[in-house]
């Protein structure tokens, strides 16, 4: 039982290069989140998935898209990465009874 | 709009109690939670409280809410070294909305 895996650990990109982040968890979740983390900010939303075959915008979505490939996989897409997207990225899924949220290790990313 | 709101840091002596405090402004929420981050991992839950409880204790940890106030606090007695770490406060506005805090950085000094 891993819990939520995210992949890559680390990533360095170029700006203007695109990239993919995955996120799968075996806890039998319905929903799923991509937040991102940022100093003295918080976590802050980017899209969610309350269950299979539907995403939302969260707080911050613009220069991101998401694909929920089953009820497993939650991927998080930057087509065009800017510096500004330079941050350390949490894929979570939750518990539909009390909305705790199980999250992963985490990417970080830099955008040069 | 929604908001949480906590301190930066907090220091401690081990063994001293810690008390971690948040405030938010959404009355609507329903659960209420403390997570914990260690360095370079994902945040983990550390306890909830339902919004209609005012009390919740589990061990070293004790929740304490104030509806009235919308103030949601946590102590950990008999604070250890292990429990050096980044506290996040979040409530649970209409079930898949999550407000998180920045966060509150505790130093346990041996």
Redesign the interface.
């Known amino acids: 039982n891993a819990g ?1 895996t995210q992949t890559p650990k680390f990533q360095v990109l170029k700006t203007g290069q695109s990239m993919t982040l995955q996120c799968a968890q075996d806890m039998n979740h319905n ?1 799923m ?1 991509w937040y991102r983390q940022d100093p ?4 802050r ?1 980017i899209y ?1 998935s ?1 269950s299979e075959g539907t995403t ?1 915008k969260g707080e911050v979505p613009n220069g991101y898209n998401v694909s929920r490939l089953n009820k497993r996989e939650f991927s998080l897409r930057l087509e065009s990465a800017a510096p500004s997207q330079t941050s350390v990225y ?1 894929c ?1 899924s ?1 518990d ?1 009874a ?9 990417t970080r990313l830099t955008v040069t | 709009g929604e908001d949480v709101e906590q301190s930066l840091f907090l220091s401690v002596r081990e063994g001293d109690s810690s008390v971690i405090n948040c405030t938010y402004t959404d009355s609507s929420s329903t659960y209420l939670y403390w997570y914990k981050q260690e360095p370079g991992a994902g945040l983990q839950l550390l306890t909830y409280i339902f919004s209609n409880m005012d009390m919740k204790q589990d061990q070293r940890l004790t929740v304490l809410l104030n509806k009235k106030d919308k103030h949601l606090s946590l102590r950990i007695a008999d604070t250890q070294t292990g429990d050096s770490a980044i506290y996040f406060c979040a409530e649970s506005i209409g079930g898949f909305k999550t407000i998180f805090g920045a966060g509150t950085r505790l130093f346990v000094k041996a």
């Open positions: 939520v929903s989140y003295g900010m918080g976590l939303l969610y309350a939302d949490f979570a939750s539909s009390t909305y705790e949220q199980y999250f992963g290790p985490g």
